[in-house]
């Protein structure tokens, strides 16, 4: 199945309820993560991507934290984005779409200087972002209940 959708940079406040929209589904809904946690101070400060059908339907989200927001997650280093809060709706999975973002979100932080771009993945999607050339690093940790592990990408 093919599913025409394109991704670009959230620019105003419906693309960024889209964002939210998606991360609900997915985070909240599907995977349990409290309300309460899965938005934060970050979401006023972060670049979002949004993959979204021809008719405007979202798909799929990803947000980058630079600069000072980021570098609590990236020990530190200002040249390093944080990659986070990736989601696909359970419908557009398998079509692209995180690859899509993700390289999305690389170009982001290209954009702003950055060499390098950390995240937090899922551990049961270690595999994906192998692919996508991130190598992950140091123990595995729990973040909302949920096992992870740290992952780097050199752009």
């Known amino acids: ?9 959230a620019e105003d406040s419906a693309d960024r309820e889209a964002c939210f929209t998606v991360r609900k589904e997915v985070f909240v809904g599907e995977q349990g993560v409290a309300e309460s946690i899965e938005y934060d101070a970050y ?3 972060a670049v979002h991507v949004l993959a979204a059908r021809e008719d ?3 798909l799929g989200t990803g947000r980058l934290l630079y600069g000072e927001a980021a570098t609590g997650k990236t020990g530190g280093d200002p040249a390093v984005g944080s990659l ?10 398998g079509l692209g779409v995180g690859a899509a973002l993700v390289r999305a979100i690389e170009g982001a932080a290209r954009a702003r200087g950055l060499t390098a771009v950390d995240l937090h993945a899922q551990t049961h999607a270690l595999g994906f972002y192998e692919r996508l050339g991130y190598t992950a690093y140091g123990p595995e940790f729990p973040d909302a209940g949920i096992p992870h592990r740290a992952m780097r990408r050199t752009l």
């Open 1 to 9: 199945m093919s599913l025409p959708y394109t991704v670009r940079i």
């Open 84 to 93: 986070g809060r990736l989601a696909v709706c359970p419908e557009a999975r």
């Open 43 to 45: 979401d006023a400060v």
């Open 56 to 58: 405007g339907a979202p």
